[in-house]
């Protein structure tokens, strides 16, 4: 599964957008990106996941550039409830199980 | 609540003890996996499930760590012989399995304090 780069950490302001990007550039045809989140001392909640058309879905938008070397992550209106450790994951498609490979992720805060 | 439950949330012993952690998957998942976080690090793989059958194991998951999922429902992770550097938030997590892509969903966790 491909190595995934995000940036240590972000601010954004309540109500406005939060756009987290990520950098997979050894990702293979059939890898996903998952994108996943940790509220501080919760288990990780799954929030979207695309292989190469963009997504959303209740929670966040995925856009993932045509190369598929890269992706972006978008809270729309961002709450302090947002606040957490966000997860770019790369992970295989296929029948086959997938273990999540997790790095380090991005610090997300939404200040008021 | 139909999420992933995991029993005890913490869990205090003392070093040499014994501990076993319960995981109950959501209903008709038939994948289940075990993930150990550290403190300010990401989850890391331990082991995976495929309905009863274990089927892979983390070099992390040492001689003192049994996993078991006897009916292919709950499982328990066992460690025995505690060690202070056991202390880590051990989350399990579950799919159903079987599609092309197959979203794992996790529990709350079981934070375990080895004194």
């Known amino acids: 599964d491909a190595k995934t780069t995000q940036p240590t950490s972000m601010d954004c302001a309540e109500g406005r957008a939060a756009n987290l990007p990520c950098n997979h550039s050894?990702?293979?045809?059939?890898?996903?990106v998952y994108w996943y989140r940790q509220i501080h001392s919760q288990g990780p909640q799954y929030i979207i996941h695309?292989?190469?058309n963009n997504e959303t879905n209740e929670m966040a938008s995925l856009i993932i550039t045509e190369d598929r070397k890269s992706s972006t992550l978008i809270l729309p209106h961002a709450t302090l409830r947002d606040t957490a450790v966000y997860y770019c994951?790369?992970?295989?498609?296929?029948?086959?199980?997938?273990?999540?490979?997790f790095g380090q992720g991005t610090i997300l805060t939404v200040h008021p | 609540d139909t999420g992933v439950s995991q029993n005890p949330r913490h869990k205090i012993t003392k070093r040499g003890q014994n501990v076993t952690f319960r995981c109950d998957p959501i209903?008709?998942?038939?994948?289940l996996y075990w993930y150990r976080q550290t403190l300010g690090q990401g989850p890391e793989f331990l082991t995976y499930?495929?309905?009863?059958?274990?089927?892979?194991k983390s070099r992390l998951l040492s001689d003192r760590f049994s996993a078991e999922r006897p009916k292919g429902s709950f499982s328990t992770l066992e460690i025995q012989r505690t060690e202070q550097g056991d202390s880590a938030m051990y989350l399990c997590?579950?799919?159903?399995?079987?599609?092309?892509?197959?979203?794992?969903?996790f529990g709350p966790g079981t934070r375990l304090t080895v004194l």
């Open positions: 695309g292989l190469k």
């Open positions: 050894t990702i293979s045809g059939n890898e996903y």
């Open positions: 209903s008709e998942h038939n994948r």
């Open positions: 499930f495929q309905n009863e059958a274990q089927l892979e």
């Open positions: 997590a579950s799919s159903l399995g079987g599609t092309v892509t197959d979203t794992q969903y």
């Open positions: 994951i790369g992970l295989t498609g296929g029948t086959s199980y997938g273990k999540l490979t």
